[in-house]
C-alpha cells in the first residue's frame, strides 16, 4: 500500500511535467530547519535576494515539497538544503518580488500554495478517501 507522501508524489509529478517549468538550483548554505520560506525571505530582506521563487521540490525516497528559495545573483538558490538540493527535481511554481510580499506573513503564504496545490491535484473526495493532509505537500 501506497503512503499519502507516495500518492502525493507521483500526482504532483504528472502535474509538474505538463504544467510547470522544470528549473535548475544552486546550491547554497544547508540550514535544514524546515523553514524555507522565512530563510528565502531573510535572504531578501538582507538584500542579498532580488526576489523569491515557490517551487515543487522532488526530493528522491522522501516526497514532494512546497518550497521556498531566494534569486541570488541570478540563480535560485537552496539555502535550506544546501548540498542535498543537488539530488532533487525543482519545477516552478511562482516568483515573488519585494513588492509582492508587502504584509505578507510566510508561513500563511506557504499554507496557501499548499492548499492550492491540493485543491489542483485532488478531489475533496479523494484527499478524504487517502487522509491527505497539508503535511504530505
Do not use: W
Amino acid at each position: 500500500m501506497k503512503s499519502q507522501r507516495q500518492i502525493v508524489y507521483e500526482r504532483a509529478e504528472a502535474y509538474a511535467k505538463t504544467n510547470l517549468k522544470k528549473i535548475s538550483v544552486a546550491m547554497g548554505e544547508y540550514k535544514g530547519n524546515k523553514m524555507c520560506q522565512h530563510n528565502a525571505r531573510q535572504s531578501l530582506e538582507e538584500g542579498s535576494a532580488t526576489h523569491i521563487v515557490a517551487a515543487l521540490s522532488f526530493v528522491p525516497k522522501s516526497g514532494v515539497n512546497i518550497h521556498f528559495m531566494p534569486v541570488i545573483e541570478n540563480k535560485i538558490t537552496d539555502n535550506t538544503l544546501g548540498y542535498l538540493s543537488k539530488y532533487n527535481t525543482y519545477y516552478l511554481i511562482k516568483e515573488y518580488h519585494p513588492k509582492d510580499l508587502i504584509n505578507i506573513h510566510m508561513t500563511k503564504l506557504l499554507d496557501s500554495i499548499k492548499d492550492e496545490y491540493l485543491g489542483l491535484l485532488f478531489s475533496p473526495e479523494e484527499r478524504a478517501k487517502h487522509n491527505i493532509t497539508k503535511e504530505h505537500i
